[in-house]
């Protein structure tokens, strides 16, 4: 007897991304588990890219393929993150080229956009042409050179999301720190050391290093960890500058909307005068980095009463959805699932999450205000309001999020900071 063999896809056309996960997701729920497992892994080997295409999880959908989905969704986010965790590469060479032109140019290969913000402080923007000559340069290399070529340095604090603005430079020698590292996406530059005595009690002497934490613009961490167990400071005779009582616990520092930097101050303790520099600062820095936006959609909103949609890690729970006078509120509960600290105290980026009504013909309604009504260690509770005109009637409340917290492990090393 001959054996029926059917295809995955027709085999007169080249199968498209989505063609295959289509149909590699068809096989979760198959009938026999070696068919199951060869479903599951031949769409985590398709990558990343295959995040955009896996199918919704609808009520109907059978556990067996929800738990499988939910396995391929951690997994590919990590990929995801592991791949974004690495340097954008540059491969340019032009001659007397306009600024502008090498800006696009890096744009378009990093996804990293540098915005010129001279004119927000009165500097003066000319038609400055440049020349460089990069092959395979990681993205802060190539940035360090076109701001020294063109007299630049990076400002962090321009108020726009995944943009790195740039300004003139203003140090007085008018050259770049030299101290600055990079590793993969992060750039480590320490900017100051600063010491201090109490002059009523000189017990009290003290010494701290300000370390500024920058990533390239394409991404956006939430926040950045630096586990004082993990960090080795010595001078050049080999002593340990760390503060005394300050090997355990860790620096967090939480990342803000529209910041490109974060700035860490390190205790150095008492530092003795016979200490001419710190020959070596070196640590493992966790960035704790969202995974890919979901949209959760609930409708029925009247009668909606504690209604769950859990999108990779991160657990949504409509409480409810009431009138509150003339105002409507929706209650939900966010829950971290694989808890990372995210929301701890650090729940900016919940605070920046999408909430909206949506209409059945499109019609959008803003929320006019949210709170926060309850804090734990994994989840938080927020009440988003609304203002309608109308009866709630066929509207969904929307809201979107990332699907998941992934801790993303960073080592540095810095060498040779002088010490005042």
């Known amino acids: 007897m001959l054996a029926l063999v059917v295809p995955l896809y027709a085999q007169d056309a080249e199968p498209t991304l989505s063609d295959q996960v289509k149909a590699w997701s068809r096989r979760l729920d198959s009938d026999t588990l070696d068919d199951r497992q060869r479903a599951e892994s031949g769409i985590i080997e398709l990558g990343p890219k295959a995040l955009e295409y896996l199918p919704e999880v609808k009520p109907s959908t059978s556990a067996e393929t929800k738990a499988r989905l939910q396995r ?45 913000y001279r004119r927000n402080f009165g500097q003066r923007t000319d038609t400055t042409k440049v020349s460089v000559d990069w092959k395979d340069v990681p993205f802060w290399e190539a940035a360090e050179e076109l701001f020294a070529k063109t007299n630049l340095e990076a400002y962090h604090y321009a108020g726009q999301a995944n943009v790195l603005a740039f300004v003139a430079r203003q140090s007085s020698s008018g050259e770049a720190n030299p101290l600055v590292r990079t590793s993969e996406i992060f750039r480590f530059e320490p900017t100051r050391v600063e010491s201090f005595l109490n002059l009523s009690d000189r017990s009290q002497r003290n010494t701290f290093l300000n370390l500024q934490v920058a990533w390239e613009p394409r991404v956006e961490p939430i926040v950045i960890k ?103 509120e929706a209650s939900i509960l966010l829950r971290l699932l694989n808890e990372q600290g995210a929301l701890e105290s650090h729940r900016g980026w919940v605070y920046n999450n999408e909430a909206y009504l949506q209409g059945p013909d499109g019609e959008r309604i803003d929320v006019a205000g949210f709170e926060e009504t309850y804090r734990d260690v994994d989840t938080v509770g927020m009440s988003y309001k609304f203002v309608l005109e109308r009866e709630v009637g066929d509207f969904q409340f929307v809201y979107r999020s990332p699907a998941s917290i992934i801790s993303l492990p960073v080592s540095f090393e810095l060498n040779d900071i002088p010490l005042p």
Do not use: C, H, Y
Not at 79 to 106: C, E, G, M, N
């Open 226 to 328: 630096l586990p004082l167990d993990q960090l080795t400071i010595e001078d050049e005779s080999g002593k340990s500058l760390t503060a005394e009582g300050s090997g355990s616990g860790s620096l967090d520092t939480e990342v803000l909307q529209g910041v490109s930097a974060v700035d860490i101050q390190l205790p150095l303790g008492s530092v003795d005068r016979a200490s001419q520099k710190i020959a070596t600062l070196k640590g493992q820095m966790e960035a704790l980095m969202p995974g890919r936006e979901e949209t959760f959609r609930f409708d029925k909103l009247e009668a909606a009463r504690n209604v769950k949609d859990t999108r990779g890690t991160i657990e949504v729970v409509l409480e409810a959805f009431r009138r509150n006078g003339d105002i409507w």
């Open 72 to 116: 391929i969704k951690t997994i590919l986010e990590k990929a995801r993150a592991d791949s974004a965790a690495k340097a954008s590469r540059v491969t340019l060479t032009v001659t007397d080229q306009p600024l502008t032109d090498v800006l696009s140019a890096i744009e378009e290969q990093t996804e990293n956009k540098l915005v010129d």
